[in-house]
């Protein structure tokens, strides 16, 4: 990593103190499973200044991905969840990263109840959709009619299939907002996004802390577990309606997925806050030794294990990956 500190961010320098060189290289190997860590983007600007993730000279989208990939074994695209990449924008992904390199992949907003800017989808809905829809500032997937909602997801599965079929496809990650709460309603609705994803595997994230509570935490696991369907552990600020718990369990014996979020509560359900600012937040070495046992012994009982850093502001997801997966390789390694 360059040293240059980066002038709008007053953590880089500790944050780059703290590691020399950025990445772990390959999956961490365990008796029966290996874990993967990275970060929830590689191309947030915040990331990619000069001198702050990205060696200088290092600036195309071509350049970048592959860099990335050298460092790291797994990344998250969440640019999904915003707007469609076209096939070949898939493809490409695929031709500039090495075999065995994972991307899990957000389900666009509309696909889990979350709204959407018309000007976001692709073309081809855009330009089918009704004048009265097509004026307004965002949409939900109750607005659409029927046959554009199908697109969507039509949509989606051809642009991850040059993933899947490359073998490069991690997951899926239906991260369902923070009005979806427990409900028969509600597990019809996660088992019918499965069921349209049309056999992708798919892992799912909730924003309520109704999820966890006295009356729903057993139900929760248990509804997951019985369709082998991953659910992912999060970090993140607690005290909020929308706090979701650290509940560690492995619902699925294939995948577990852990995400960090950062514990900066005042922006967490703030509206209109820019990502890069909602999960600014530096984990401390200390928190992150608290989690390495957590996650070791969910990925003693699945056969993959992700971990992923979506604290995307400047350098600090992919410092805290770094430390993390140095952890995690350690003690791993006591166990072969």
């Not at 650290?246 to 209109?272: I, K």
């Not at 003693?300 to 140095?326: D, P, Q, W």
Request: proline content about 10%.
């Amino acid at each position: 990593m360059a040293s240059v500190a980066d002038p709008h961010d007053p953590g880089w320098a500790e944050a780059s103190r703290r590691v020399g060189a950025i990445g772990t290289g390959a999956p961490i190997q365990l008796p029966k499973g290996e874990i993967r860590v990275g970060t929830a983007s590689w191309t947030d600007p915040t990331m990619t200044r000069p001198g702050v993730f990205y060696p200088r000279g290092v600036t195309t989208a071509e350049g970048r991905l592959r860099y990335y990939a050298s460092r790291f074994p797994l990344v998250e695209v969440d640019a999904t969840y915003y707007a469609l990449p076209s096939v070949e924008t898939a493809q490409r992904w695929v031709e500039r990263t090495p075999p065995g390199f994972v991307f899990n992949v957000k389900a666009h907003a509309l696909m889990t109840g979350q709204p959407s800017e018309p000007r976001r989808l692709p073309p081809a809905i855009r330009e089918e959709l009704p004048p009265e829809l097509a004026q307004r500032p965002r949409l939900y997937a109750h607005d659409l009619p029927h046959e554009l909602l199908d697109e969507i997801w039509s949509t989606f599965r051809r642009v991850v299939e040059p993933l899947r079929e490359s073998g490069k496809l991690g997951v899926v990650l239906l991260q369902y907002p923070r009005w979806v709460i427990p409900s028969s309603q509600a597990w019809q609705r996660i088992l019918e996004s499965r069921d349209r994803l049309g056999g992708l595997p798919v892992a799912v994230e909730f924003r309520h802390s109704s999820w966890f509570n006295q009356r729903n935490a057993e139900r929760t696991l248990h509804f997951l577990g019985e369709h082998s369907l991953p659910y992912v552990i999060v970090d993140e600020p607690q005290g909020l309606k929308s706090s979701v718990p650290p509940v560690v369990a492995a619902t699925s014996p294939d995948l577990a997925v852990f995400r960090f979020h950062g514990r900066r509560a005042e922006t967490w359900e703030r509206p209109n806050v820019p990502p890069a600012e909602r999960f600014r937040y530096l984990y401390d070495p200390d928190q992150l030794a608290d989690w390495a046992p957590a996650i070791l012994a969910v990925a003693g009982k699945v056969r993959r294990t992700h971990v992923i850093m979506n604290n995307c502001f400047s350098n600090y997801a992919a410092v805290n990956a770094t430390e993390l997966a140095e952890l995690l390789r350690e003690q791993a390694e006591r166990l072969l």
